[in-house]
């Protein structure tokens, strides 16, 4: 079975930076387009940043040229780089494959952005 576990998250300033982690296993993780994905209470879940298994990226227009996605197949990791965080980037965060997503999902990690 897939096992999704995200990491990183915290409380950070306005401007401030984080650099998530997404550990995976039970898979050939090299071969998956992955995904950071995140949700606001209240919100619907929403794709972030994805990468291909040749590393190839694509970003959510509210988030380009802030945060990077990238991939380490030797550590079966995926990480997603925040930088000049906003408070609307306040969400839980999670990864998952892109296209046709994993049926279970990891607990996420919260990123709260606050003065």
């Known amino acids: 079975q897939v096992q999704l576990v995200e990491s990183g998250g915290g409380l950070v300033q306005p401007g401030g930076s984080l650099r998530l982690s997404c550990a995976v296993s039970?898979?050939?993780?090299?071969?998956?387009?992955m995904g950071w994905y995140r949700q606001a209470p209240g919100k619907q879940r929403e794709l972030v940043a994805g990468?291909?298994?040749?590393?190839?990226?694509n970003y959510a227009d509210s988030v380009k040229g802030r945060f990077t996605i990238s991939r380490d197949n030797a550590k079966n990791t995926v990480n997603l780089q925040m930088n000049n965080l906003k408070p609307e980037d306040t969400a839980a965060y999670y990864c998952?494959?892109?296209?046709?997503?994993?049926?279970?999902w990891g607990q996420g990690t919260q990123v709260t952005v606050s003065s």
């Open positions: 998952n494959k892109m296209t046709s997503t994993w049926d279970s």
């Open positions: 990468i291909t298994s040749g590393g190839s990226t």
């Open positions: 039970g898979t050939i993780f090299s071969i998956w387009t």
